[in-house]
């Protein structure tokens, strides 16, 4: 098939299109946002060595008007801006969005903290087609497995989905390949919450006074070094807030 990959550089993308390069795929081009900020990425050195594409999101226009009427296929996956309308008609067989978490219940971003912060005893990754707005389009399959959100951390969760969302790519992928047909599911538009990155911030905000069983779960779910996790403000500085048993789990692992 010839398909345009929308994505980010990451370990887990990698491994998305050197399975379509093992496959056979014609990739016309790997699309990324900021493409600058990434000369060193893993990902584009897949594509030096397999002749494949990169593009800037911003100059997706002249991508798709150079590939007028042969495009069959969008694969999209981490990827940050809203793909317009026309591109995904100009697949002629699908776009496809790998969501690495269960819809409808997880709609937007940073789901893996708040189904830690919320104790759930489950978690998911969905494929889904592109439409008009972020993660609601039809879905094709959500792949659910067991995961004890209230004692585990963010790190194997994130590790864990990312490889259910392999498996659940490349059973996804085989289908479209092959021809089978693909069954989809309308989502309900109001089912579920979109969390945003605002939601975010204001999730890892320790409040003065409030129950010690959530800050708990408030500092479990926020930490993922190197990135800021959960915090108390005074002055107007924000100060890191960790506990013994992270720390204590962080050396267990040395």
Not at 15 to 20: E, I, P, R, T
Not at 43 to 71: K, M, Q, T, W
Not at 160 to 171: G, I
Not at 239 to 248: G, H, P, R, T
């Amino acid at each position: 098939m010839r398909s345009v990959f929308f994505t980010k550089p990451k370990r887990s993308t990698c491994a998305f299109l050197s399975h379509m390069i093992e496959q056979g795929e014609d990739v016309l081009s790997v699309v990324v946002d900021g493409k600058g900020d990434y000369d060193d990425a893993e990902l584009f050195r897949i594509c030096r060595s397999h002749g494949v594409p990169v593009a800037d999101y911003a100059d997706c226009d002249g991508l798709f008007e150079e590939n007028e009427g042969a495009l069959e296929m969008i694969w999209c996956n981490t990827f940050p801006k809203l793909i317009k309308e026309e591109w995904i008609r100009a697949a002629s067989v699908a776009a496809v969005n790998f969501h690495s978490a269960p819809l409808p219940e997880y709609r937007g971003v940073f789901a893996f903290n708040f189904a830690i912060l919320n104790g759930d005893g489950e978690y998911g990754v969905t494929a889904h087609l592109l439409g008009k707005k972020f993660d609601q389009g039809d879905i094709i399959e959500v792949r659910r497995f067991p995961y004890d959100c209230g004692k585990g951390s963010v790190a194997e969760l994130v590790a864990l989905s990312e490889e259910k969302m392999l498996e659940l790519f490349r059973d996804v992928y085989k289908k479209y390949r092959s021809g089978e047909p693909v069954l989809t599911m309308p989502q309900e538009p109001d089912g579920g919450r979109y969390f945003s990155r605002s939601d975010f911030e204001e999730a890892k905000r320790i409040v003065p006074g409030e129950d010690p069983a959530m800050t708990e779960r408030r500092v479990r779910a926020f930490w993922y070094p190197p990135y800021e996790g959960a915090y108390v403000e005074a002055g107007g500085t924000r100060y890191a807030v960790v506990s013994k048993e992270v720390l204590d789990a962080l050396g267990a692992r040395r």
